[in-house]
């Protein structure tokens, strides 16, 4: 009787074991890396202490971001992108446009235990290079209106993968940012635009 109880547990053990091995070995096969390709909308909370009502467009963006994970739950994510063009405007009406290079690296945490889907959370910063900045000539004549060339600032970010096939991935990622740039009038200080985008991520990832 002792012997029939023992075999059937550990007849249970062994399918126990199997059970919680399966995962393990999927999770073995994944490699650290990560890459995804996402089509984003930047949706800029603009505000400004200039008093002209200052802000730039909204705009789907191009994105790509490359992760690495140092285990199954911790990774760091360079997300890149190609200068993009934005048109400046004073409450509401086009005054101008630029270009910026908004790279940002987060390190994030991914939740593993809920079974294929994989959401995440992150923190990290962002680095904003403002160039072409250019203004209409009337606006050149009467303000004589500068921005500063660049913007630190910080990021946040949730997202979550669903797997679609071998080693690839639907994602869904949103990221608020703080970017801003000095506004400055015949060489003097007139104020702060704050573009503080909200970017909402859907694109496909390649886990190798």
Do not use: C
């Amino acid at each position: 009787m002792k012997t029939t109880n023992l075999l059937r547990a550990s007849s249970v053990a062994l399918l126990v074991a199997g059970a919680l091995a399966a995962p393990l070995a999927v999770q073995a096969q994944e490699g650290p890396w990560l890459v995804r390709v996402r089509a984003v909308n930047l949706d800029p909370r603009n505000s400004d202490s200039t008093g002209l009502g200052l802000g730039i467009n909204n705009k789907t963006i191009p994105e790509v971001d490359i992760s690495y994970f140092f285990t199954p739950n911790i990774a760091a994510e360079l997300v890149l992108t190609v200068p993009q063009k934005q048109t400046v405007s004073s409450n509401g009406v086009a005054i101008g446009s630029l270009r910026h290079l908004p790279p940002t690296l987060t390190l994030q945490y991914h939740f593993t235990d809920l079974g294929t889907i994989k959401p995440y959370v992150g923190a990290g910063i962002n680095y904003t290079k403002f160039t072409s900045v250019q203004f209409t000539p009337a606006v050149v004549a009467a303000l004589s209106p500068t921005l500063s060339n660049d913007s630190v600032g910080f990021a946040l970010q949730a997202g979550v993968d669903v797997p679609i096939g071998k080693n690839m991935v639907l994602n869904f990622d949103i990221k608020k940012v703080q970017i801003k740039t000095t506004v400055n009038s015949f060489g003097a200080k007139a104020g702060t635009l704050k573009v503080d985008p909200l970017l909402v991520g859907v694109g496909i990832g390649w886990r190798f």
